[in-house]
């Protein structure tokens, strides 16, 4: 069964912290991506990554940055945490170059103070 | 930029109703179209679309890709309350590239008894 996991549910921090968000896919996925989403904007991409140690920016970048040191894993970096960065932060995999679905983690619910 | 466009925003039925959900792209090409169900969690997979006129069906679900008008749509009929949820239409992009799935905002569904 294929999965993929994030390393909180819900995360409270406080304004001007470093927060780190982890997600790890199990499937050998080449591609994995960070969105977040908030109410009546949708599912906004904020990076993603096709390999080992390769990002690209997407929609918001701003004010975030990644890592992807192993195929498995992506880290999603908050380096100095804002109120308007509360939101939801979905995590999700796919295969590279096929027509097949994205996998989605079960979500992180940030909120910054 | 590749744009998916999904109408209505939101949508307040009775139980037993039938709704029809739809999803228009502009996108040059692309290798499927996705449907997801989001409910108080992360987006799962309802269906992939990737031929023209040919209908996926799942019970009371099902959906129909039109390429010639740009568009698809999601029905579900003899709704039920657990139907109520968020559905999210995306394109994945043809092979090359940086594989960069589009969602459009989504339709929030409520059904009520």
């Known amino acids: 069964d294929v999965k993929v996991t994030q390393s909180s549910r819900y995360l409270v921090k406080r304004t001007g912290e470093k927060v780190f968000l982890e997600c790890v896919q199990d499937?050998?996925?080449?591609?994995m991506f960070w969105y977040r989403q908030d109410p009546g904007l949708g599912l906004r991409l904020i990076y993603f990554?096709?390999?080992?140690?390769?990002?690209e920016k997407g929609d918001i970048p701003e004010g975030y940055s990644v890592s992807r040191e192993k195929k498995e894993r992506f880290s999603l970096i908050l380096e100095s945490a804002s109120t308007n960065q509360t939101s939801m932060y979905l995590c999700?995999?796919?295969?590279?170059?096929?027509?097949?679905?994205?996998?989605f983690g079960p979500g992180t619910r940030l909120t910054v103070t | 930029e590749d744009k998916v466009v999904q109408s209505p925003l939101s949508l307040v039925v009775h139980e037993g109703d039938t709704v029809t959900l739809n999803c228009s792209y502009e996108?040059?090409?692309?290798?499927?179209l996705l449907w997801y169900k989001q409910e108080k969690k992360a987006p799962t997979f309802l269906f992939m679309l990737?031929?023209?006129?040919i209908e996926k069906k799942s019970g009371r679900l099902s959906s129909i890709l039109d390429k010639k008008e740009l568009s698809s749509i999601l029905n579900i009929t003899a709704t039920q309350t657990g139907d109520s949820a968020i559905y999210l239409c995306?394109?994945?992009?043809?092979?090359?590239?940086?594989?960069?799935?589009?969602f459009g905002t989504g339709t929030k569904l409520q059904v009520i008894p």
């Open positions: 990737t031929s023209s006129g």
């Open positions: 996108v040059t090409n692309f290798r499927s």
């Open positions: 499937m050998d996925h080449e591609n």
């Open positions: 990554s096709y390999d080992v140690k390769m990002k």
């Open positions: 999700a995999s796919r295969r590279r170059d096929t027509a097949l679905e994205q996998y």
């Open positions: 995306a394109v994945v992009p043809p092979s090359g590239g940086y594989q960069k799935v589009t």
